[in-house]
């Protein structure tokens, strides 16, 4: 499957690794060179930027710092219109990214209306986890979506628990990071 995976940090990378080494094309970006040349050394192709990672691409991963990152990239900002904009019809959004639920439903809205499948799905575990491919995720979406996205999920962790709607994933996430605290 060919993948577009935005957002390299010490879990997109992993992440994104994960997914190449099991066998599917990935077409990778962020924001950060050094980001970029670490996953380019281990073998993963790097856009030029978040629209060309994602043309052609069947799924997209997104692992961002927080939920302005997120509603910027698939919403636009500055009058540039967002990612959204550039996925194809019929495409999956897994969005790993830590953020508020809020923002989770209002993509998802946006998706839905241009044809894309969207579901949250944060996780747990840790840089560790990342690098073991036995994340945590808690997954906010339809039980459709999550049957689309399971095949990718396995790839990258041990547990998948769907937690309900859009949004749900954010909210399950924010409980047992208030545990763990």
């Given amino acids: 499957m060919k993948i577009a995976f935005i957002g390299l940090g010490n879990m997109g990378g992993p992440m994104a690794l994960n997914l190449?080494?099991?066998?599917?094309?990935?077409?990778?970006?962020?924001?950060?060179?050094?980001?970029?040349?670490?996953?380019?050394?281990?073998?993963?192709?790097?856009?030029?930027s978040a629209?060309?990672?994602?043309?052609?691409?069947?799924?997209?991963?997104?692992?961002?710092?927080?939920s302005?990152?997120?509603?910027?990239?698939?919403?636009?900002?500055?009058?540039?219109?967002?990612?959204?904009?550039?996925?194809?019809?019929?495409?999956?959004?897994?969005?790993?990214?830590?953020?508020?639920?809020?923002?989770?439903?209002?993509?998802?809205?946006?998706?839905?209306?241009?044809?894309?499948d969207f579901i949250d799905a944060p996780v747990s575990g840790g840089t560790g986890g990342a690098i073991a491919g036995t994340l945590t995720f808690m997954v906010g979406g339809s039980t459709a979506q999550l049957e689309r996205a399971r095949p990718l999920l396995e790839k990258m962790g041990a547990n998948i628990f769907h937690a309900g709607s859009v949004g749900a994933g954010q909210t399950a996430k924010i409980c047992n990071n208030m545990l763990l605290g």
């Fill in 68 to 116: 302005q990152h997120v509603e910027a990239l698939f919403l636009g900002s500055n009058g540039q219109p967002g990612l959204l904009a550039h996925i194809a019809k019929g495409a999956l959004v897994i969005d790993s990214s830590t953020i508020a639920a809020a923002t989770s439903q209002k993509v998802a809205k946006a998706a839905e209306a241009a044809g894309i």
């Fill in 20 to 48: 190449l080494k099991a066998g599917h094309e990935i077409q990778a970006f962020d924001l950060s060179k050094p980001a970029c040349d670490k996953l380019a050394a281990d073998g993963v192709a790097i856009a030029a």
């Fill in 51 to 66: 629209n060309a990672a994602v043309q052609g691409a069947e799924a997209i991963v997104t692992m961002l710092p927080a």
